[in-house]
């Protein structure tokens, strides 16, 4: 990510979390679970619960783009709990894309492929952390 692209994730972040969240939540898990129903069963909480929680999470990682290290210890625990959940690392793929897709939605006119190679490389900062955090276990430490 660069400078350029944290200001514009930044900037474009507030223009979307204007929206309302039930709608937005709505677009991301329909788009979700069209993608891949048997994802479903894994959310047991409500959606409108679930959906404020992911962008909640999403404002505070947004707000440290500039001091990744902040955040980072947040991102790692946060990542084995979803392995708990059952996440898999390939499910990390869709859920960027339907992130993707509710940001085009949402963000109408002032989405565009800057903002879209922005948001890609700040979702696969976050998603290749979480993944090696919950996925690649140092089983036998020296
Ligand atoms: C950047 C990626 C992601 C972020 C920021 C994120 C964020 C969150 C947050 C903040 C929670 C609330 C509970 C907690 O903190 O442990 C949560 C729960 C959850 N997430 Fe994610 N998540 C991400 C990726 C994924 C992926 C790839 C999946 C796979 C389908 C997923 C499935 C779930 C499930 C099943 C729960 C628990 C739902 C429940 O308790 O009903 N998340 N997520």
């Avoid at 929206?19 to 679970?33: D, M, N, Q, W």
């Avoid at 962008?55 to 709990?81: G, H, Q």
Wanted: glycine share 4%.
């Amino acid at each position: 990510m660069t400078d350029k692209q944290i200001v514009l994730i930044k900037n474009s972040w507030r223009i979307f979390r204007a929206i309302a969240p039930e709608l937005i939540g709505e677009v991301f898990y329909s788009r979700l679970f069209l993608m891949m129903p048997s994802l479903k069963p894994m959310f047991s909480s409500s959606m409108d619960t679930q959906y404020k929680k992911l962008v909640d999470m999403l404002s505070f990682i947004v707000a440290r783009l500039d001091k990744m290290d902040e955040v980072s210890k947040t991102i790692k625990e946060m990542a084995i709990r979803h392995e708990q959940y059952g996440v898999k690392p390939g499910h990390y793929k869709l859920v960027g894309s339907a992130l993707m897709w509710t940001l085009e939605k949402g963000l109408g006119k002032d989405w565009n492929n800057e903002l879209k190679d922005a948001w890609t490389a700040c979702y696969n900062v976050l998603a290749d952390t979480m993944i090696a955090a919950a996925y690649t276990k140092d089983e036998n430490p020296v």
